[in-house]
Nanobody, 126 residues
């Protein structure tokens, strides 16, 4: 059984940083395309970033240059480093696993997840 568990969310002032983690059990990150998406109340779900099995990454324009996705295969953990946070980054953030053959660019345009976690809340105040 695959399980993804996010952590690291919290409240931070604008301009601050947070690092989200996604721990996986029953799963091998290196074989799958992984990513983060977010959803704020009353807003559409938004793909934030993805990293595929080749290590290629892709980012939404709204976070490019501020967020960094990475993974530690030894720890079976996916990370999202978020810097220069803005109020519009406030949302529930979810870790997701896509089809193994999907590229990072394809994942950014897809909501077809094989698995996803329960989410972790990020709140950015002014």
């Amino acid at each position: 059984q695959v399980r993804l568990v996010e952590s690291g969310g919290g409240s931070v002032q604008a301009g601050g940083s947070l690092r989200l983690s996604c721990a996986a059990s029953g799963y091998i990150y290196s074989r799958y395309c992984m990513g983060w998406f977010r959803q704020a109340p009353g807003k559409e779900r938004e793909a934030v970033t993805a990293i595929d099995s080749d290590g290629s990454t892709s980012y939404a324009d709204s976070v490019k240059g501020r967020f960094t996705i990475s993974l530690d295969n030894a720890k079976n953990t996916l990370y999202l480093q978020m810097n220069s946070l803005k109020q519009e980054d406030t949302a529930m953030y979810y870790c997701a696993a896509y089809h193994p053959l999907m590229t990072a660019i394809q994942a950014l345009g897809s909501h077809q997840y094989n698995y996803w976690g329960q989410g972790t809340q990020v709140t950015v105040s002014s």
